[in-house]
């Protein structure tokens, strides 16, 4: 079983995306030891945005094999201006390819990796769930799942800690909230 964990937060130890994807992998691989773990930290060593030269490089084709190899894919993933970070943007760049991830069918794209398992964990300094003030500026679980879908990754888990910037309680109380799911996590091989 492969395990690919990325990162994408430029927080460092302060992140909260950094934090909950490591509990997910730490209880995967508490739940079997024998997971092999790759981990790309985007922020400390970003991709390189695509461009027409790029495309189909060699460094290209490594990142695609590596994603295209995971069984699991845990993807900490922090909102920034109300989306994804530029660095995970690049990495789904370098991943969604045509004929490779994905094709073009009569009837419209058909995903071709649907067979993975992803866990988001996904951090907010607001509030912008269903229903709160900002529900509609939400554009980073939204653009997580519309990308990963066309992978044909239909049903990625997500876990959220919202409202990490307003103040020290209510920080500790999301991730607490968020931690506390991540305890339920199935391990991984009841899913193959």
């Given at each position: 079983m492969k395990l690919l964990h990325i990162d994408s937060s430029i927080q460092s130890e302060a992140s909260a995306s950094r934090l909950l994807s490591a509990a997910v992998v730490a209880q995967l691989k508490?739940?079997?030891?024998?997971?092999?773990?790759?981990?790309?930290?985007?922020?400390?060593d970003p991709l390189p945005h695509l461009t027409l030269d790029r495309f189909g490089s060699a460094e290209g084709e490594a990142v695609l094999e590596e994603f295209l190899s995971a069984d699991v894919l845990v993807i900490g993933a922090p909102m920034y201006n109300f989306g994804i970070p530029s660095q995970l943007k690049a990495w789904?760049?370098?991943?969604?390819?045509?004929?490779?991830?994905?094709?073009?069918?009569?009837?419209?794209?058909?995903?071709?990796?649907g067979d993975k398992r992803v866990i988001i964990t996904a951090s907010?300094?607001?509030?912008?769930?269903?229903?709160?003030?900002?529900?509609?500026?939400?554009?980073?679980?939204s653009h997580l799942r519309a990308m990963l879908g066309f992978a044909g990754?239909?049903?990625?888990?997500?876990?959220?800690?919202e409202g990490v910037a307003i103040g020290p309680e209510h920080r500790q109380q999301a991730l607490d909230a968020a931690l506390a799911w991540i305890d339920d996590v199935?391990?991984?091989a009841t899913t193959a």
């Open positions: 508490e739940h079997d030891p024998a997971i092999e773990v790759t981990y790309r930290d985007l922020a400390a789904f760049d370098h991943v969604l390819i045509a004929g490779r991830t994905f094709r073009y069918t009569a009837t419209g794209p058909e995903g071709l990796a907010r300094g607001g509030y912008y769930g269903k229903a709160s003030p900002g529900e509609a500026n939400e554009h980073a679980e990754i239909t049903d990625p888990q997500v876990v959220i800690a199935t391990p991984v």
